[in-house]
């Protein structure tokens, strides 16, 4: 079977290789030599969409276009993928680049052409087609660590004219990077997937990994599970590279009962815009305690991820008599590096759990849209905002701190994909200023977790929120925080630095000037900077004092305003 499954990945791994000679695509990078993040890697709350390429920790290299096409997208922020490139080719695919630190000709052009129309340095531009072209091999920029970068790097990525994220390994013709690592299995998590059913007599075990004479892996301090009904699996499973101490996600996890294939996921081809379904992937609430990523082998009744193949019962394995079921997991990189572990699972009736107590309430159903109204706040979840029927307990608590009651609705352990529009009652309306007003989330002691901006509509705040939990209403009428300005050494660096921050609502605008005149300013939210380069600008350095003012406005409209005179 998995001779027959090789040949198969044989062929369309050739068939692939004769695709990219068609394509004819070049590298990034003068360099390509390893990576520090890669495709479809677990992170918090998303995949990651592509290749992280390193630089030797230096900013400044070359980025060359992999094909001829079109730049489709330009945007610059101070999170995410700072700034980036997105070029359209020939067959519809888009090539992206992202952290870098600048662009050439044209592309910088008209950077700079919308910053100053906008007054602002964050923009989101979509050239016409072919409004600028680039050719295989034109430099487009430099690389960067600009947005949400952890350190110097090109982050590339392949995306289809449906958005879908495409895997670059079927590229590696082109990058060529080496691997011979394998994957490793650390630990596995089971579950009873009702009342009637157990594993070990409780409603989930979970079980480091040893290795074992041969290479393969078992359970770490037992031979055998007991178990009775329906249990599922997830895995916490590693990948590693050759020449690198990063660990990423295995692309393949297989399932075999009895020898017998049972789950297969294939971790790709995942829409951009499905990239937060991952939260139904992982077990969230294991990550959300703990920090660990268990890859679970059965799919979540509206998991909008197409990653599930071959499954046997939705993935579940129904334990209905009293013998050993060999349970195999294997884990596959793209490069064909394998892991396994081997579960000895005993069926037995008296491994069944004691049935729990369920939380008592409404229940939101996924897949539907939806409302939960109490009067004085409601809840309104588009058909996608849940993964799964969730049972929800309401809570109200009164509170003296917040201008609204505290209310509780369901679980904050719950993954939520889509925003929902949440409303609450001011209670204590005392704000003339009714901009002033923030939705809060908060911890279990009642404490601020999440600000979310809101609009106060006929005495409700009403905000867009992307979790369940506690909420209520508060205030922000503190301005932005700016630091004090450095200007040593100003007229030889040229470069004015601002510390700038705000601790509830968050920054919506910044702007520069010298002497009444607009100078851009670039923020790295990271760290909590904004800069401006003089001569870039076109400051005239002739030796005299100039008034230099910047101004700070967060997402209530609250107001700093820092001036001083400079000599420069």
């Given at each position: 079977?998995?001779l ?12 692939s ?7 004819n ?9 390893t ?6 890697e ?15 920790s230096?900013?400044?290299?070359k980025?060359?276009?992999?094909e ?19 070029i ?20 910088g052009?008209?950077v ?45 990525e ?5 958005g ?15 691997d ?5 299995i ?52 590693y ?6 101490g ?8 297989l399932?075999?009962v ?29 990550q ?38 060999e ?14 572990l ?55 608590i ?19 994909h889509?925003f ?5 009652k ?31 509509i ?7 929120v ?5 909420f209520?209403?508060?205030?922000d ?22 510390k ?51 101004v ?17």
């Open positions: 079977m998995y027959k499954q090789l040949s198969l990945s044989i062929l369309f791994f050739s068939c290789s004769l695709s990219i000679a068609q394509r695509y070049v590298k990034p990078l003068e360099e390509v030599n990576l520090s993040g890669s495709y479809l677990l992170r918090r709350n998303h995949f990651h969409g592509g290749l992280d390429f390193r630089t030797n230096d900013v400044n290299k980025i060359f276009a992999v001829s096409g079109w730049v489709s997208r330009i945007t610059l922020e101070p999170r995410s993928y700072g700034k980036r490139i997105e359209t080719h020939a067959d519809g695919r888009v090539s992206l680049y992202a952290h870098c630190n600048g662009f050439l000709n044209a592309i052009k008209r700079r052409e919308e910053q100053e129309k906008n007054q602002s340095f964050e923009v989101d531009i979509f050239p016409a087609k072919n409004e600028i072209k680039v050719e295989r091999g034109e430099q487009i920029a430099w690389s960067g660590n600009t947005g949400s970068s952890g350190g110097p790097h090109l982050h590339f392949f995306r289809s004219p449906e879908v994220l495409e895997n670059p390994f079927d590229h590696n013709d082109v990058w060529g990077l080496q011979n690592r394998r994957p490793q650390n630990a596995t998590k089971i579950y009873a997937m009702d009342n009637n059913s157990g594993v070990n007599g409780k409603s989930s075990v979970k079980y480091n990994t040893r290795v074992v004479a041969g290479g393969e892996r078992r359970l770490n301090g037992v031979s055998t599970i007991n178990a009775w009904g329906n249990i599922a699996f997830a895995l916490k499973s990948d590693f590279m050759s020449g690198t990063f660990h990423h996600t295995p692309r393949t996890l399932m075999y009895d020898g017998n294939l049972y789950s297969k996921v294939d971790i790709r081809n995942v829409k951009f815009s499905d990239s937060r379904a991952l939260n139904s992937f992982i077990d969230y609430r294991q959300q305690r703990t920090g660990e990523f268990f890859m679970k082998m059965f799919p979540q009744k509206n998991t909008p991820l197409k990653i599930f193949h071959n499954l046997k019962n939705n993935g579940v394995l129904n334990i209905n008599e009293e013998r050993n079921y349970v195999k997991f294997e884990a596959i990189d793209d490069f064909g590096n394998k892991d396994v081997v579960v000895n699972v005993m069926g037995k009736k008296t491994a069944m759990h004691a049935s729990e107590e369920k939380p008592v309430g409404e229940k939101l159903t996924a897949g539907v849209a939806t409302s939960f109204d109490k009067g004085d706040v409601a809840l309104i979840l588009p058909e996608n905002a849940l993964y799964d029927d969730e049972p929800v307990n309401f809570q109200t009164p509170s003296n701190v917040y201008y609204s009651n505290i209310y509780s609705i369901g679980d904050p352990l719950t993954p939520v889509t929902m529009d949440l409303s609450i001011v209670s204590r309306d005392e704000l003339q200023d009714k901009d002033k007003y923030v939705v809060v989330s908060l911890n279990s002691k009642n404490l601020i977790h999440k600000v979310y901006a809101c609009k106060f006929d005495g409700y705040a009403v905000a867009k992307r979790e369940l939990g506690r209520a209403v508060f205030k009428v503190t301005a932005p925080y700016v630091g004090p300005l450095q200007t040593k050494n100003l007229r030889q660096t040229n470069r004015i630095v601002m700038m921050g705000d601790g509830l609502s968050g920054i919506k605008s910044y702007k520069g000037y010298i002497d009444d005149k607009w100078v851009l300013f670039e923020y790295d939210q990271k760290t909590g900077t904004a800069f401006c380069n003089l001569s870039v600008e076109n400051v005239e350095k002739d030796n005299t004092f100039k008034t230099f003012k910047f700070v406005t967060d997402n209530c409209n609250n107001e700093r305003v820092y001036e001083k005179k400079i000599l420069y």
